[in-house]
């Protein structure tokens, strides 16, 4: 379908096109490409059309319409979608009974005007970053159909970067939305942990996951994160912050004055040579000559490993003990290690996170944004099983987060860009960076990737 969301919403105000019309689009691009892609393990067909139909006969009433009035849109199949069974991409979860209501940021798309058309492939339980599922099959990356499209939230990537819908929502404990992002050239944003709530999406780790969008562009990134704000009372790891409008900061861009730098050290060390150059442009665009480094960039890293498999352990241990045939070799030996995991590893994690937080705290006084590389290597091959990073191999599913766990470990806020250009560059393979802020400072991310976008960087080559 064409369009973007703000555009979708803008015509179907106007009467120039019908929400259902814009919906029977999107269902019919579905149709036509996602066989290919596997994006989708539920379409909602039947909901979409009764809910676009809701938003036509609002506007022949003369009511104000929402700010996403009639916009397509899916969801990770960690979200409870009412009267569909939430699968989180496991065998293990497709006989429970169906969602007795919808997730709470679905709801907030839906009061917002949104269409929803479906659910979207991911990992299993998220533990991965290729979308290689053995039970749904792999989600492949719509520039090449041969490679991944990055995960945990895979489906999510691709679905927006083939055009399916405009906007999607993902979830992100060690780097499920930024990863995917990198690999299928789109926008995803990681909000400030707590930022969102996540009441209705099956959990992974409770001390890490994130929830959040993914768009095309910066102006329907921050439209959907901002339906999306707001304190509820009924998740206690939400922050009963006030909505904080991105909008503004993702339309004008980087205010002038601000303070860039890019992050070194680890970042640079397992960058391969194509995020490298990503790096140095989106560095050059935003002004940014300072290399900085986050200490115990590694360690947090390693700490992210021991607190991920400690909880996903703990919060499987019963089922994988009742029911272990039924999860996917690529997880199961990982959680029923990481739920054996000795109490004093996780503790001595727990202290490496915090002081890998004060550390960047302190860096966040002298720079608004900080740059670093989303992904070591653009999308590798469907079953690729070693990465090769600056003469290093490394185990491939487990490496592409080698970059955000660190991020994701002490809760910043995170926008991934992508970048089409530069050394190697494949016009069918793009690269993205992260943009780092304080927390809370969601506008900051948005405002750099506006920046980044502005300067043609983010831009599919002939697009």
Known sequence: MTGTALELAAAVRSGARSAVAVAE????????????????????????????????????????????A????????????????????????AGNPPAARDAVLVARMRDAGAVLVGALNMDEHAYGFTTENTHYGPTRNPHDGTRIAGGSSGGSAAAVAAGLVP???????????????SLCGIFGLKPTFGRLPRGGSFPFVGSLDHLGPFASSVADLAAAYDVLQGPDPADHACAQRAPESAAGAAAEGLRRGARVAVLGGYFRQWAGEAAREAVRLA????????????????QARSAAFIITGAEGGALHRQRLRARYAEYE?????????????????????????????????????????????????????????????????????????????????????????????????????????????????????LAAARTLETAGLTARRGS
């Not at 994006?39 to 006969?57: G, H, N, P």
């Not at 199949?77 to 293990?92: M, Q």
């Not at 906007?167 to 992002?181: E, F, K, W, Y």
């Open 25 to 68: 689009a999107a269902l019919a691009a579905i149709a036509e490409r996602d066989p290919a892609l596997n994006c989708f393990t539920a379409v909602t067909a039947e909901r979409a059309l009764r809910e676009a139909a809701a938003i036509d006969a609002r506007r022949a009433r003369g009511e104000t319409l929402p700010p996403l």
């Open 329 to 445: 070799p690529l997880s199961r030996d990982r959680l029923i290690a990481g739920s054996l995991m000795p109490a004093a590893w996780v503790q001595q994690a727990q202290r490496v996170r915090w002081r890998c937080y004060q550390d960047a705290m302190r860096l966040l006084q002298d720079y608004d944004v900080l740059i670093a590389p989303a992904t070591p290597v653009r999308a590798t091959p469907v079953g690729t099983e070693t990465l090769d990073i600056n003469g290093t191999p490394l185990p491939a599913r487990a490496s592409m987060g080698l970059l955000t766990q660190p991020i994701s470990c002490i809760g910043l806020p995170v926008c991934a860009a992508p970048v089409w250009h530069g050394v190697g560059a494949d016009p069918q393979l793009p690269i993205g960076v992260q943009l780092i802020a304080a927390p809370w400072r969601e506008a900051d991310c």
């Open 167 to 181: 906007v999607t929502l993902g979830s992100d404990t060690n780097g499920s939305i930024r990863v995917p992002a």
């Open 283 to 298: 560095a050059e665009a935003l002004g940014a000559s300072t290399v900085v480094e986050l200490p115990g960039a590694e």
């Open 70 to 93: 009639g916009v397509p849109y899916a969801v990770k199949n960690l979200f409870d979608i009412d009267g569909l069974t939430t699968l989180a991409g496991g065998k293990v979860n």
